[in-house]
């Protein structure tokens, strides 16, 4: 096995500066993806007084092992990214509330108030809202009981346990397909399931995916159940095409079916779309004056981090005229 | 052999001139080392090299049997941070990867003697009276696994009956078919309670006097 070299990330060890939950700030920034670290960089740039809410930073990057994708680096460790994205972010010494939910983001008057799981709350005329998305779940039976005993959402944490064994992988976007790399490089045997008729992901990320003998594909199938007692065992799937059901012995199950919007703090304030996501228009304002919404927790389309960071800067810009116009700075 | 990129090395130098007290690092290897040991090795010379407060002793698993019985070393490579006191930080495996940057925070801790904890979690570790062992169960590539060894360590920091372990689990995979590790960080409290994902302090605070019976 290859280690992967060291990570230093300097920003996990500076001490960072905690908000005041007394003050007014000029502005909150919920999240802690690419959309609300752009938006931070931007906003402070403005020398305007502002916090940061997140339970952690990276976001989904956490969970992606290479980014080849994101202009100026052909390809970058994911980590080494957010950790690049990070240190920029903490540079400006801005306070930052870390680990502790957002519940709710209330409209007052003037002014949001941001509840947090703890109890207490954070205020400021504008926020913008970049808490980004979470796994899809495949509500089948058995998965809930398997979490964490065969049944996994985070290929690059996971995957290591699973060298030589059987997987299942369900998908068919790059998600599910990168997935698939990261285990086939750990000579695992892996079937690849996706729902629809054929498959999502890049041609070339396919191409790769299919150099390797130990994988199958199969589209138009359904996750019935997954099975076992103490650990997965048995992963059931439908074929869609002719219905019948089949039971595959397996090891590991890694989930890869999309994302769901973390848009419940506002789902009372702000206007969501059928899928959960945040309304916005080309400038990521709500519905709601001074709410503004970046990156995937948005409708925005292609879920990119060079989206997101676009995105989160362009909120960040908007909620800065926003508080020249309302006379707040 | 390097094993720290230059922009490290400097970014450490700098942050290693904020250390207040010194730092003792044990490592546990062997005379024909293995790819892990020697890796491991290698990190913490370059790691210690870069600051006076940080003090290296290399040690032989097989030839220092005293030293493993006084340490309670199980396998190797094993890393042990010491300050005033050991405290029962380990690393089993390379630190490395995202386990890395838990190293040079652990390091900065105990050079501070402070495992800078809320006093909330203070006070309900406090009611810790009895031996614990925490084994945080990782892989390199999970950064969430990272948040729960560091946790642990400041946990083992805090009170002198709890020992915190980080077990990589590619280096000793029979410790993932022993606990049945299927998803990481797996954390196992004296052998029998387990919790698979990183925890609040408070929370696996909790989790400790759960196991406990408290």
Redesign the interface.
Known sequence: MELPGVILDISSISPLRKPDHDTVYDMLILGGGPAAMSAVVYAARKMINLAVITLDFGGQMNETAEVENYLGFPSIRAGDLVTKFKEHTISFDIPVSMGISITEVKRKENTFEVLLEDGTSFFGHTVVFATGKRHRPLTVPGEKELVGKGVAYCATCDAPLYKDKKVVIVGGGNSAFTTALDLLRLNAEAVVVNFIIGWQADEALQQRVRKFGKVQFLDYHEIVSVEGKDKLETVVIRDRRAGEEKKIDANGLFVEIGLLPNSDPVKKLAGLNKHGEVLVDCYCRTNIPGLFGAGDVTDVPHKQIIISAGEGAKAALSAYDYLIEKSQI | MV??AEK?RE??IK?FESLLQDVKVVVFTQEFECS?CQ?TRE?LEEVSGLSQKISLEIYDFVKDDVLVKKYGVSRIPATILIGDRDYGIRFYG?P???E??TL??DI?MISRRDPGMSKEVLYELSKVDQPVHIQVMI?????????AVGTVHRFAMANDYITGDMVE???F?HL?VKY?????P?IIINEKESV??AL?DMDLAKEVLKALGK
């Not at chain 2, 892989?139 to 948040?147: Q, V």
């Not at chain 2, 049945?180 to 990481?184: F, H, K, M, S």
């Open positions: 094993v720290l490290d970014k450490l942050l892990f890796t990190i390379t490395a990867g995202y890395f940057t040079i925070q900065i892989s390199p590539t999970c950064p969430y696994c990272a948040a689990l590619a280096e995979p993932a049945n590790v299927q998803g990481v797996k698979t994902g609040p």
